[in-house]
């Protein structure tokens, strides 16, 4: 296989997200629709990436760096069209030798899969391919025009065709592929006498023909060509995304109950004989082991802006319902973590249990330890945080205050309601911190008949 360079264009501003932010950051599966397009891209067998991006958007430049180190970038300083945003990076063009294939950073539900078979299209010697798909509505998109022997003579914009050629349904993805060391020619001599006096890419087909170079079309779905210009076509993707994932995560061995209201990240790794109950949702980062139970009503993410050490649920460990599972969490196998339970940078050692209303964050809790309602690890003091260690086999009896740094031995009791702070509890020892108990019989009569007293006295 030839080396494969991949033209990422990403300059458009997307004004109609209506968004302070470019549009190839919005996030889709807890990725940004750029790191989409470059991972589908490499994926798609490239070996180089070169992204082109608009003036003044350095957080696009970052973000593409961040899913390749080595991802070029170009500044397209203008927006004059797509044939003159791809020369934007001829340095990376001219200097490759091998395919090159031009793709949207924002359609982002292109497969691997449809770019290995644009470029197996190309055939042996040297060519041009295009990605076409039959589009329900082709207002708008650009239309591949073909011959009686089905092979493709132009591509004509909406704007610029004919009514006889407005009626053709096969449109233009924008992906093509090329296979020739002409290419900078090509898209040189591409000039800008159309309705919107820009430089088309599309252009590139009559110009390949002429310089005698093959050029095929290819199809694919209209699904995996969306393209994304607003907010309720970014949903619509998400929901194909969304679908996709899940018929994968089932088709692999675990049983959504319903599976329309489980919600998975691009990283999302589930294995065999899971089960996910109803309104669930995954962020990036998260690892669910085989023979885990996910009940209702969870959230669980394994990567922000801060931490990004992932969640792992262990092998038949039990989640939920309604429990939170933030970054760097560790749930070992057979762990309990029931209802109203959040854990944060947490690890819990096999068979430990928190079955109710407890926070769980910055603390090691060790092998079948039990947490009971209520128990909170105080890990911030409103300046650092704290480390909790909890020994396996230890009992935190309910409504318990555990002030870090603060260590429970292995197989300790602390009393419920206690506040166990500075001094560290021994293994095997008790520990109750609470006010001491008073009894006074009779004493109820006794306040009754007084306060009737001042009563009677006041009439
Ligand atoms: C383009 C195609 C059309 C196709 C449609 C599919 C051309 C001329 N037309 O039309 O045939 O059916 O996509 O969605 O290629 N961009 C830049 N710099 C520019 C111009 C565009 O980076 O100067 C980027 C945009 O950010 C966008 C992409 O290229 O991601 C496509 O540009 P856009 O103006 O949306 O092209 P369409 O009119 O949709
Ligand atoms: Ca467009």
């Known amino acids: 296989m030839q080396p494969l360079l991949v033209v990422?264009?990403?300059?458009?501003?997307?004004?109609?997200?209506?968004?302070?932010?470019?549009?190839?950051?919005?996030?889709?599966?807890?990725?940004?629709?750029?790191?989409?397009?470059?991972?589908?891209?490499?994926?798609g067998g490239a070996t180089r990436l070169a992204v082109v991006v608009g003036p003044g958007m350095p957080q696009v430049a970052e973000e593409a760096r961040?899913?390749?180190?080595?991802?070029?970038?170009?500044?397209q300083h203008q927006q004059l069209g797509t044939a003159h945003a791809v020369l934007a990076a001829?340095?990376?063009?001219?200097?490759?030798?091998?395919?090159?294939?031009?793709?949207?950073?924002?359609?982002?539900?292109?497969t691997p899969?449809?770019?290995?078979?644009l470029r197996d299209s190309l055939g042996k010697g040297s060519g041009m391919a295009v990605l076409g798909f039959h589009a329900a509505d082709p207002t708008g998109y650009g239309r591949l025009l073909t011959d009686a022997a089905g092979s493709l003579i132009a591509i004509r914009e909406d704007r610029d065709a004919s009514d006889a050629e407005r009626k053709v349904t096969l449109c233009n993805s924008g992906v093509m592929a090329f296979r020739t060391p002409k290419l900078v020619s090509i898209l040189e001599r591409i000039g800008n006498a159309n309705a919107k006096q820009e430089y088309y890419l599309t252009d590139a087909v009559e110009i390949a023909r002429k310089e005698?170079?093959?050029?095929?079309?290819?199809?694919?779905?209209?699904d995996e060509v969306l393209g994304i210009n607003s907010r309720d076509q970014?949903?619509?993707?998400?929901?194909?995304?969304?679908?996709?994932?899940?018929?994968?995560?089932?088709?692999?061995?675990?049983?959504?109950?319903?599976?329309?209201?489980?919600?998975?990240?691009?990283?999302?790794?589930?294995?065999?004989?899971?089960?996910?109950?109803?309104?669930?949702v995954i962020g990036p980062g998260v690892t669910i082991e085989d023979d885990v139970v996910i009940k209702a009503n969870c959230h669980l993410q394994g990567i922000d802006r801060k931490v990004s050490t992932g969640v792992r649920v262990r092998?038949?460990?039990?989640?939920?319902?309604?429990?939170?599972?933030?970054?760097?969490?560790?749930?070992?196998?057979?762990?309990?973590i029931g209802n109203f339970v959040e854990v944060k940078n947490a690890t819990l050692d096999e068979g430990a249990k928190a079955n109710h209303l407890a926070y769980i964050g910055d603390a090691h809790v060790g092998a079948d330890a039990n947490i009971g309602a209520g128990t909170i690890t105080c890990n911030y003091?409103?300046?650092?945080?704290?480390?909790?260690?909890?020994?396996?086999?230890?009992?935190?009896?309910?409504?318990?205050a555990l002030v870090a740094p603060v260590t429970i031995g292995a197989n300790a009791f602390v009393g419920a309601g206690s506040v166990v702070s500075r001094r560290d509890v021994e293994p095997g020892a008790l520990t109750v911190v609470r006010g001491e108990r008073k009894d006074i019989p009779g004493w109820a009569a006794k306040i009754r008949a007084a306060v009737a007293k001042r009563i009677a006295e006041k009439k």
């Open 90 to 110: 001829r340095d990376a063009i001219a200097s490759h030798t091998g395919d090159v294939c031009v793709l949207f950073a924002d359609t982002p539900l292109l």
């Open 212 to 222: 005698g170079l093959p050029v095929v079309a290819s199809t694919c779905t209209e």
């Open 315 to 336: 092998k038949g460990a039990e989640i939920g319902p309604f429990a939170r599972l933030r970054p760097g969490t560790d749930i070992g196998s057979k762990v309990h």
């Open 8 to 43: 990422i264009l990403a300059a458009g501003k997307g004004t109609r997200m209506k968004s302070a932010r470019p549009k190839v950051l919005h996030p889709l599966a807890g990725r940004s629709l750029l790191g989409h397009a470059m991972a589908l891209s490499r994926e």
């Open 381 to 400: 003091d409103g300046f650092d945080k704290g480390h909790t260690e909890i020994g396996a086999g230890a009992f935190i009896g309910s409504n318990t």
């Open 66 to 75: 961040r899913y390749a180190v080595d991802a070029a970038v170009f500044v």
């Open 113 to 117: 899969d449809t770019v290995h078979r």
């Open 234 to 280: 970014l949903a619509a993707a998400e929901a194909i995304w969304q679908r996709r994932a899940r018929l994968k995560v089932m088709r692999d061995g675990a049983t959504l109950v319903a599976p329309e209201t489980v919600w998975l990240s691009y990283d999302t790794l589930i294995g065999r004989d899971v089960v996910i109950e109803p309104n669930v």
